[in-house]
């Protein structure tokens, strides 16, 4: 049952490993910096430790390799997402590419973090790659999901320098906090409203965003 405080604070969030993404969310909420509510977390990976981080009746999970092909797997997920009617849905270290289908069915209000200045190295290994090209700045970047792989208009990004001596698990370890950071402020300018996917672009307060914000995100 939806009480009258909890329009447009619905939170379903998609997560295949340790939710560290959906932990950041769940301290918000707890510590009163978010008004929001977890609706449900789904997992492709019925041994997620994200799972664990909620009470079992918030929890769906489907092991992708069950199901006879993708459309089949997405269908279930969506229909699952759709039955806890949430107001926004977020893939959160969620490592498996969304079908057209389910990004069609909740497109406008499904949002992902990626681990790189996007349109910088979409997919996988984004620290490696930011190294191995010399770059002197990474971040992570907010942005909408569309079907083309992390190529949806970008909300939101943190920045931060790349250290002489970086390796690709200092850069993440460093990053980590402030992605989470920027997640947290990035869901909130979602939930209030502020925050629209127009097309292939982003609305902020009514108005088109030309460049993605650069929040600070500061430890
Ligand atoms: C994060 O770096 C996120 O940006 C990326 O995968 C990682 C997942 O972390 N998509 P967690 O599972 O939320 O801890």
């Given amino acids: 049952m939806r009480s009258a405080d909890s329009t447009s604070r619905r939170i379903a969030v998609l997560a295949s490993g340790r939710g560290s ?3 950041a969310i769940l301290d918000a909420i707890a510590e009163g910096r978010l008004a929001a509510e977890i609706a449900g977390v ?6 997620a430790h994200a799972l ?9 999970s489907a092991d992708a390799k069950s199901f ?13 997402v759709d039955a806890v009617q949430p107001d926004w849905i977020v893939c959160a270290g969620y490592m498996r590419i969304l079908g057209a289908d ?16 996007l349109p910088k ?41 790349v250290l002489p001596d970086d390796s690709p698990e200092t850069l993440a370890e460093r990053l980590l906090p402030r992605e ?4 947290i402020d990035v869901l909130a300018l979602c939930l209030s409203g502020r925050v629209a996917e127009q097309g292939e672009g982003v609305l902020l307060d009514g108005h088109p965003l ?10």
């Fill in 21 to 23: 993404n959906l932990q």
């Fill in 42 to 47: 789904f997992s492709d990976k019925p041994g």
């Fill in 52 to 60: 664990e981080r909620v009470p079992e009746r918030l929890r769906w």
């Fill in 68 to 80: 006879p092909f993708r459309e089949a797997f997405d269908a279930a997920l969506a229909d699952a």
């Fill in 102 to 117: 389910f990004v069609r069915r909740f497109r406008g209000r499904l949002l992902n973090i990626h681990p790189s200045l």
């Fill in 121 to 161: 190295y979409r997919g996988l290994h984004t620290h490696r790659r930011a190294l191995e090209a010399g770059d002197t700045e990474h971040g992570a970047s907010v942005h909408f999901v569309v079907p083309e792989l992390d190529a949806g208009a970008v909300i939101a990004q943190v920045r931060i320098p």
């Fill in 180 to 183: 989470h950071r920027l997640l």
């Fill in 210 to 219: 030309f460049t993605p914000l650069q929040l600070d995100c500061g430890a």
